[in-house]
């Protein structure tokens, strides 16, 4: 760093102080990510594709993400009319029973619309001690990766946006 002071006659005595670094020609112009040093895995796009996240992997179906890990969540995704009891069982959260330490916030990305699950389905995950918002999975996955960015410690279930039906192979 270099410091530059000037005293100019005529003018109230005015102090500078300007920092600089060498210029490189090699790499002037050079971007550096202030990303780069971060695992903090977030969700670059969503689409009829799926979800693409920052690691490259895409993903169509219904994920959970937590501690920077997709998980791929064989469970129907909602659509009007939808019946949370028929189609996914509560335990379908039983993995957070198992997390160590278990995330302060659930993000429940319901697809294109928000659509809530009963009453005892977020009774359960609070009894866990993990907070959960409900919303359509665009916002869900905007105010995931604004979280991880915070460095909290949250966890979303992502419903895709057009439904996606598991096939057996």
Request: net charge positive; proline share 7%.
């Amino acid at each position: 760093m270099f410091s530059l002071l000037k005293r100019s006659a005529g003018l109230s005595n005015n102090i500078r102080t300007f920092s600089s670094t060498r210029f490189n020609k090699e790499t002037a112009g050079a971007l550096t990510s202030v990303l780069s040093d971060t695992d903090a895995l977030q969700i670059q796009s969503i689409g009829k594709s799926g979800l693409t996240f920052s690691d490259g992997k895409v993903c169509k179906g219904p994920v959970i993400v937590v501690d920077n890990k997709i998980f791929l969540w064989k469970v129907p995704t909602p659509t009007m009319p939808f019946n949370w009891g028929d189609a996914i069982p509560k335990e379908a959260f039983k993995m957070f029973e198992t997390l160590t330490p278990r995330p302060e916030i659930l993000l429940l990305g319901t697809g294109k619309s928000m659509l809530p699950p009963p009453p005892a389905y977020t009774k359960y995950l609070n009894s866990l001690g993990i907070q959960v918002d409900i919303i359509d999975t665009k916002n869900a996955c905007s105010t995931y990766n604004v979280l991880v960015e915070e460095d909290r410690s949250v966890a979303a279930a992502l419903f895709p946006i057009d439904g996606y039906e598991w096939t057996k192979k």
